[in-house]
């Protein structure tokens, strides 16, 4: 059965930093996106980045590029989100996911597997 674990978040000043991790096991994730989402409180959860666990293929959304970079880590089964210049609208809980369902690689309906979540708090 497929776990994915977040953790790395935390409370951080704007400008800040922080490194997310997603620990994957029981799955083979060669051809599968892997990618981060966040939901912040009364919003839909959100697409923020993904990345090919292939060839390293990475896709992010306007509001992050730029100031975060996903990668991932083959020989631990781990992905990663590291998180620069972070500000007060950050703030949010965020999810790694996996899957194979028919959906474009942004839309939550393509991922069957997700973590329990890590909230990350940016203060102003």
């Known amino acids: 059965q497929v776990q994915l674990v977040e953790s790395g978040g935390g409370l951080v000043q704007a400008g800040g930093s922080l490194r997310l991790s997603c620990a994957a096991s029981?799955?083979?994730?060669?051809?599968?996106?892997m990618a981060w989402f966040r939901q912040a409180p009364g919003k839909e959860r959100e697409f923020i980045a993904f990345?090919?666990?292939?060839?390293?293929?990475?896709y992010y959304t306007t509001s992050v590029k730029g100031r975060f970079t996903i990668s991932r880590d083959s020989t631990n089964n781990t992905m990663y989100l590291q998180m620069n210049s972070l500000k007060p609208e950050d703030t949010a809980v965020y999810y790694c996911a996996t899957g194979r369902a028919p959906y474009p690689v942004t839309s939550r309906l393509r991922y069957d597997y997700w973590g329990q979540g890590t909230q990350v708090t940016v203060s102003s």
């Open positions: 990345i090919n666990w292939m060839n390293g293929y990475t």
């Open positions: 029981g799955h083979t994730f060669s051809g599968d996106p």
